[in-house]
């Protein structure tokens, strides 16, 4: 598998860099929000019990320690509060700067806040105001053993990016 994200480890496979979970259901058991962001779907978990909304998504609510969540959607579109473009100490795999923004989902919505990275905008070219947009990803397949077989499990991620005017 090649990682062209990583020049350095060109077709080699390096867990311990990998940056991404590993999304299959017999390893990850919040991977129906990694279903649900394939088909485009930006969702979180919702407490049947005592109707709690947790982001990110949870296998147990916060609040009562229940285990029956529901998937709910959220907004796949919102207002940037703050922007923050971090250029030192950026992981081995990204080139900086990583901008992140506090993004504000709307009044309607069950989760009003959310942290996301920011990406498809250059440096300095965001401000508070400014629409915003759920945008998956690909990222690169996870080598996984099962039932002594190795098969690739596909993966893929989101951020935010601005939206095209």
């Known amino acids: 598998m090649a990682t062209a994200w990583i020049p350095f480890l060109e077709g ?3 867990p311990t860099l990998d940056m991404w979970p590993i999304e299959a ?5 919040i991977y129906k929000f990694y279903e649900n962001l394939r088909e485009g779907k930006f969702t979180t978990t919702k407490c049947q019990k005592c109707g709690r909304v947790a982001y990110p998504p949870r296998v147990i609510c916060p609040e009562c320690y229940s285990d029956e969540l529901e ?4 907004p796949k579109k919102g207002k940037v509060i703050v922007v923050v473009e971090k250029w030192g100490g950026v992981p081995i795999c990204y ?3 990583l901008i992140d923004a506090w993004i504000d989902l709307g009044k309607d919505s069950p989760v009003r806040h ?4 920011m990406i498809n905008c250059p440096p300095e070219s965001l401000k508070e105001g400014d629409e915003v947009q759920l945008a998956v990803f690909d990222v690169p397949a996870h080598p996984i053993e099962l039932k002594k077989e190795t ?3 596909e993966r893929v ?3 935010f990016e601005p939206v095209k005017k």
């Open 151 to 153: 098969i690739k499990a």
């Open 114 to 117: 959310i942290l996301s990275r």
């Open 157 to 159: 991620f989101f951020a």
């Open 12 to 14: 080699r496979y390096s």
């Open 25 to 29: 259901k017999e390893f990850n058991r």
């Open 95 to 97: 080139e900086p700067p």
């Open 71 to 74: 998937w709910i959607e959220l």
